[in-house]
């Protein structure tokens, strides 16, 4: 089991950036994909970015390509999340999770097994 904190968010004006850092624990990180997730206020929680145990793939919801940049550093336990030219609709608690295999199969919440508890990212216009 692989446990997860999420680091970096906080308020940005619109066409800004942040990066966030997801610090993890746990002997198998190596071996497991990773993802990013948001939530917005009564929304579902969705799918951002993904990246491959060995970062040779990454995956990126349509809604943030050419933006959003998720890389991750296997000797540091940490996947990251750059994002820029934020937008106001990026607003939501952003939530790291550990892949349930070392590729991504899914996009989908069911392919993730750990999650973070989640950092508050705020765009505003």
């Known amino acids: 089991q692989v446990q997860l904190v999420e680091s970096g968010g906080g308020l940005v004006q619109a066409g800004g950036s942040l990066r966030l850092s997801c610090q993890a624990s746990?002997?198998?990180?190596?071996?497991?994909?990773m993802g990013w997730f948001r939530q917005a206020p009564g929304k579902e929680r969705d799918f951002v970015a993904a990246i491959n145990w060995n970062g040779d793939m990454t995956y990126y919801a349509d809604s943030v390509k050419g933006r959003f940049t998720i890389s991750r550093d296997n000797a540091k336990n940490t996947v990251y999340l750059q994002m820029n030219s934020l937008k106001p609709e990026d607003t939501a608690v952003y939530y790291c999770?550990?892949?349930?295999?070392?590729?991504?199969?899914?996009?989908?919440?069911?392919?993730?097994?750990?999650w973070g508890q989640g950092t508050q990212v705020t765009v505003s216009s």
């Open positions: 999770a550990a892949g349930q295999l070392p590729v991504i199969t899914t996009t989908h919440r069911s392919g993730f097994g750990s």
């Open positions: 746990g002997r198998t990180f190596n071996r497991n994909s």
